[in-house]
């Protein structure tokens, strides 16, 4: 089975710059999560996708970041425009019916 | 706030040891409790999991204890080999089939030979 892949794996921008990152789902699973993972830290919830819909999004910043999922399938987030405090590891998790499976994240550097 | 206490924030153990990661939550709507394992430059993966209606659960060296009273949950690895050497966090969420998961700030173990 693959798995949940992500891109780019590294990604350093200049704050006030806008980035996107990329996430593809294990095929067929419905749901969805972006987490942020700050160095030292445990991953934090950003938002939550069932189909192509959302389903929480209380934890996302949304007055730089967003994100979609089009056509219940693969999912964008953004950042605009960054912040330092955005570095972190960018991980998207596919569900199934009992486990949730990472990707390896995109590492944001934010100079 | 930290729903989810994770200690020690490192540990050392020689091969053959036992290794003990403890966890500490405090939203009783918690009903689903993960370990997650993470090597550098990867995804966390899911280690076991418990739910509260059982007191201990044990997959091969690996067995998270659960006290529902004192909301505490702990993991421990027997035979802790090199291998093992990563970063351990514990995790929970709330309602059925929700991986909404609040996790702690990790542990990163060293296992010595």
């Known amino acids: 089975e693959a798995g949940v892949a992500q891109s780019p794996r590294y990604k350093i921008i200049e704050k006030r710059q806008s980035v996107a990152f990329w996430c593809n789902p294990i095929?067929?699973?419905?749901?969805l999560y972006w987490y942020q993972q700050i160095l030292g830290q445990g991953p934090k919830l950003l938002i939550q996708f069932q189909n192509n819909g959302v389903v929480d999004d209380s934890q996302l910043p949304k007055d730089r970041f967003s994100a979609e999922r089009l056509k219940g399938v693969d999912s964008t987030l953004k950042i605009q425009p960054a912040k330092l405090e955005d570095s972190a590891v960018y991980l998207c998790a596919s569900i199934s019916n009992t486990e949730a499976f990472f990707g390896q994240g995109t590492r944001l550097t934010v100079v | 706030q930290q729903q989810v206490k994770q200690s020690p924030q490192s540990l050392i153990v020689q091969k053959g040891g036992i290794s003990i990661i403890n966890c500490a939550y405090e939203n009783t709507a918690f009903d689903y409790f993960p370990w997650y394992q993470q090597f550098p430059g990867k995804g966390p993966a899911l280690l076991i999991a418990i739910r509260p209606d059982v007191s201990e659960k044990k997959e091969g060296r690996f067995t998270i204890s659960f006290n529902k009273s004192a909301k505490q949950f702990s993991l421990h690895i027997m035979d802790s080999q090199p291998g093992d050497s990563a970063t351990y966090f514990c995790a929970a969420s709330s309602g059925a089939g929700s991986y909404q998961l609040t996790f702690g700030k990790g542990t990163k173990l060293s296992v010595i030979p």
């Open positions: 095929s067929g699973h419905a749901t």
